[in-house]
Each structure stands twice: as C-alpha cells, then as structure tokens.
C-alpha cells in the first residue's frame, strides 16, 4: 500500500527558504511519476514539480522555476522540495503526489495524495 507523508512546512519570511520532505513508502520511485502540488486558500490545487520515473526528468511550473528544486533519495524514499527565495505568493498547503500510470507530470489525476503541509510567506 502506498503511503505519503509531507513534512517541513512553517512560517517563513520573504525571500527565506524552506525544504519540505515527503517519505514514500510502498513505490519504487523509478515505477512512478511523483510530483508536489500546492493549494492556496481559495484557489485550485496547482503543479509546482515533478518527477517522472520512467524517463528521469524533472518539471517545473513557471512560477518557481529557478527557485525550487525537486529531489530524491532513493535508499530512504524520500522526495524533497527545497525553496528559495520565497514569496508570499507561495502560502499554500503542499501536497506530495504519486502514481504508476505514465502521464502528465501536471495532471491532477494522481492516485495517491499525502495530507499536505501548510507553508505560509507573510507579505
């Protein structure tokens, strides 16, 4: 059974950084496409990053290219999410995502979902 815990989330000040954590258990990363989406109050879940498993490649949505980075450690199925230069903009709950089927790193169609981690940037 897969299951996905997010950790690392805070109260941060402009242009701080954080790193957020995701353990992952019941996958093998390189099986899945995995992925951090954020849900700000009022507004759609988005895409932030993504992993894809099957080719190695890693995406970025436009609004935190350059800023955020997505990694791995695969001996302890961690995936992290270190952000830099935070804005306000960037208050969210993050969520981490994962599945099996081959797709769309941006898709919402992601069959398993950690509880999400609450990151908060004060303007």
């Known amino acids: 059974q897969v299951r996905l815990v997010e950790s690392g989330g805070g109260l941060v000040q402009p242009g701080e950084s954080l790193t957020l954590s995701c353990a992952a258990s019941?996958?093998?990363?390189?099986?899945?496409?995995m992925a951090w989406f954020r849900q700000a109050p009022g507004k759609e879940r988005e895409f932030v990053a993504g992993?894809?498993?099957?080719?190695?490649?890693?995406y970025y949505a436009a609004s935190v290219k350059g800023r955020f980075t997505m990694s791995k450690e695969n001996g302890r199925n961690l995936v992290y999410l270190q952000m830099n230069s935070l804005k306000p903009e960037d208050t969210a709950v993050y969520y981490c995502?994962?599945?099996?089927?081959?797709?769309?790193?941006?898709?919402?169609?992601?069959?398993?979902w950690g509880q999400g981690t609450q990151v908060t940037v004060p303007s």
């Open positions: 995502a994962a599945d099996r089927q081959f797709g769309a790193l941006d898709a919402l169609n992601y069959a398993y």
């Open positions: 019941g996958l093998t990363f390189n099986n899945y496409r």
């Open positions: 992993f894809n498993g099957f080719t190695g490649s890693t």
